[in-house]
């Protein structure tokens, strides 16, 4: 497994900084987020349990002798998640999270600023009073049972479904990995997480045959990988708009196979939802993965 979590680290600074160094020493792989919560305690999720950031460089089930966030510890993450340049990534200020290096997802907590001009829509954030680092993890084979089944002969439409923090992203990137070796595909990268590329080049491994369009609003990453690039298959992460759906629609008339990860707490109530059920009854997905927590999943075939 290649984890985020040395990255994440480098977003935090004095006693908090030397607490996590200690900690990832014994347990490397087990953290999957970081909380940081302006003047309390500050804590981790380590094996799917919030667990408090201990100042002698442990973790524990109380909070006695946890570390307490200070503005600075705040103020240094923040900023750092943003390369000390703000107004660089404004879009990503505004939807409330970037990915920073390593491919982790930075979430932020604070006091809306909405624009003048357009009641209701969110311009900034101000007042940072909670960050949220999700780590990112690649784990080499994660999807080899679900290529080997669905994708090593001829292509077909396969879905993931999983609830927060069940593995869709990493299953995803394993599945492009292995897919983008035997065929021509695209990956449509909108958060930077599939593939945590920087200046143009993926610092994961997603296939050689793997084009990768970062920071494309999903349905114009879609309609632009079909037109310029021809894959075999599109690679897509978190669908679910009317606009996704019309690009995806569009892909799906034109010959491409559709790979996608939606979220849910299966296949059943994500069949439900508007955009999974027009693309179920055009017959776009032959079979689903259903994820659990533990990074574990079933594969469904649909009739």
């Keep these: 497994m290649k984890s985020g979590i040395r990255q994440a680290v480098e977003l935090l600074t004095g006693r908090l900084r030397l607490a996590l160094e200690n900690i990832i020493q014994e347990h490397p792989d087990g953290i999957t987020e970081l909380r940081l919560r302006l003047r309390r305690y500050a804590s ?11 100042s002698s460089g442990s973790l524990s089930e109380s909070p006695d002798g946890g570390i307490i966030c200070t503005e600075e510890d ?30 982790n997802r930075v979430g932020l907590c604070g006091t809306a600023v909405t624009a003048l001009n357009k009641p209701g829509e969110v311009e900034s954030v101000k007042y940072i009073s909670s960050i949220n680092i999700r780590i990112a993890h690649e784990i080499t084979g994660f999807g080899l049972r679900l290529f080997e089944r669905c994708l090593n002969g001829s292509l077909c439409g396969v879905i993931i479904v999983g609830p927060p923090a ?4 990493t299953l995803l990137r394993d599945v492009a990995r292995l897919l983008g070796d035997k ?12 593939s945590s590329s920087v200046k143009g080049i993926p610092s994961h491994d997603i296939g050689r045959l793997t084009d990768v369009f970062v920071g494309y609003p999903k349905h114009e ?11 075999r298959a599109v690679i897509v992460d978190e669908i679910g708009t009317e606009e996704d759906l019309h690009s995806l629609e569009y892909a799906l008339h034109s010959g491409v196979c559709l790979v996608s990860a939606v979220h849910g707490e299966g296949f059943k109530e994500a069949s439900k939802k508007d955009c999974v059920k027009r693309l179920l009854e055009l017959g776009a997905f032959k079979y689903a993965a259903e994820l659990t927590d533990g990074y574990e999943y079933r594969i469904i075939r649909i009739d």
């Design 44 to 54: 981790a999720v380590f094996l799917g349990r919030d667990m408090y950031i201990n």
């Design 74 to 103: 705040i103020e240094y993450a923040f900023k750092s998640a943003f390369s000390y340049s703000l107004h660089s990534y404004s879009r990503e200020l505004s939807s409330g999270f970037i990915t920073s290096s390593g491919g």
């Design 166 to 169: 069940s593995g869709k992203t």
């Design 183 to 194: 065929a021509r595909i695209s990956l449509i990268d909108e958060l930077d997480e599939l």
């Design 221 to 231: 990453g879609i309609r632009t990988a079909v037109r310029a690039m021809s894959p």
